[in-house]
């Protein structure tokens, strides 16, 4: 729909600030990522390695949803109820194109949470007495969502605890050894890039593996779309849920259900649905009112994330994340919870120091590096074996950055 093509003056001018993306060393090309950050409004005062939570918009991507919030507000149901399925084909079919699948494997959501827990809820390949596996390293609601099923389908939750240190062959391990012990196996769910600690799944290959054992898989990708460069059927999975408000840029409120051609009949309509065909992926979730605004913006996120690329943001993300992590690895007393192997870690990373467990422990750390060092961070439940502080650096972040992190975790490991 052209409607969706148009951008601000300012919008195609502040793109044109951006240098080419370099080809050589491009995590490393401190002036382009300079351009990029002067994109975005930050402070000095308070280094913000919070970026988990979701993405700030980009000045210009800002520019475009107050456009489409004072036209949404001007015009209400004069733009919804005459235009809204032609712009809802056009914005669900710039995000299907991002995300290199069709448009009749992909609908839009509020968040991954509400994809997510529509996949499981309305998951149908399952009989009393069959098991669905999750680990502690997925999202709590994600969690909360598999032990229901002992109600609403008479299975048998089972929990895993993702090995630490982790690495790729302990990982895999954990998966194959839980399908043997479980035969009866028929839902795995998995998070690609972990909430809590930032580890990369290997979710290709365990899925493979799933599939083969019976099992359907359900993949939790809100961490990974737009941090890591992929396409969604590349995950080998017939069922994900995304977010397009983290790492795309997108206002809050955009995410997005994925159902592979072919998997649709293993979800049921939500709640009933009959307000598209049983046929339609659009019956597997139900909104209401979205923030029109919002989505309505998502086609010049999408634009910007094309601009600066999936390619250099994963790149820019774990280079930020090396050079705190892997420093702080040497660090006594200081646990790097994502191992070195690039396949395994992105831009987000957390870490434990010793025997500092508890949610207390970890708050008490992330208030002493936002006081003592101008550094703000998050603690994060999940892990069975303890809490964690999580770190995460956003395309705006300078390598100045996350070094005043590394100077403030040193710190804190010499006191013990």
């Not at 109820?81 to 669900?92: A, E």
């Amino acid at each position: 729909m052209p409607q969706l093509d148009y951008r601000l003056p300012e919008f195609d001018a502040a793109l044109g600030t951006l240098p080419v993306t370099p080809t050589a060393n491009i995590a490393g090309d401190e002036p382009y990522w300079s351009a990029v950050r002067a994109l975005y409004r930050q402070s000095d005062a308070l280094v913000n390695l919070e970026n988990g939570f979701w993405g700030a918009m980009a000045e210009p991507v800002k520019a475009m949803f107050l456009h489409w919030t004072e036209r949404v507000n001007f015009e209400t149901t004069l733009l919804v109820r005459q235009h809204w399925p032609q712009i809802m084909d056009g914005v669900r079919g710039k995000v299907a194109q991002a995300m290199g699948c069709g448009i009749d494997e992909i609908e839009l959501t509020r968040n991954a949470t509400e994809a997510l827990l529509a996949l499981v809820s309305g998951y149908n390949r399952l009989e009393p007495g069959d098991t669905v596996l999750y680990s502690d390293l997925d999202y709590p609601c994600g969690r909360d969502a598999m032990e229901w099923l002992r109600e609403r389908r008479g299975v048998t939750p089972v929990r895993l605890t993702i090995p630490e240190p982790a690495t790729r062959e302990n990982v895999l391990d954990t998966y194959a050894a839980a399908l043997r012990a479980h035969p009866r196996t028929r839902l795995v769910l998995l998070s690609h890039v972990c909430f809590a600690t930032g580890l990369v799944m290997p979710v290709r290959d365990i899925a493979a593996m799933a599939e083969a054992a019976g099992a359907g898989v359900i993949v939790d990708a809100a961490h990974s779309w737009g941090m890591l460069d992929f396409d969604v059927p590349d995950l080998g999975a017939p069922f994900a849920a995304l977010n397009l408000h983290k790492w795309i840029g997108a206002p809050l409120g955009c995410g997005a259900v994925y159902i592979r051609r072919g998997s649709l009949d293993a979800i049921d309509p939500y709640l009933g649905d009959r307000t598209w065909p049983a046929s339609d992926i659009r019956s597997r979730v139900h909104t209401g009112s979205p923030n029109f605004a919002a989505w309505l913006t998502v086609p010049a996120a999408l634009e910007l994330h094309g601009k600066i690329g999936a390619h250099a943001k994963e790149a820019r993300l774990r280079a930020l994340r090396n050079a705190w992590a892997e420093p702080a690895r040497a660090l006594p007393g200081v646990q790097i919870m994502t191992p070195a192997d690039p396949s395994m870690t992105a831009g987000i990373t957390s870490f434990r120091l010793h025997g500092r467990t508890s949610k207390a422990d970890n708050d008490a750390i992330v208030a002493a590096l936002r006081e003592r060092f101008g550094v703000f961070t998050v603690a994060r439940p999940g892990p069975d074996a303890g809490e964690v502080v999580r770190v995460t650096p956003g395309v705006f972040t300078r390598m100045q950055d996350v070094e005043r992190l590394l100077e403030g975790l040193s710190v804190l490991a010499r006191e013990g």
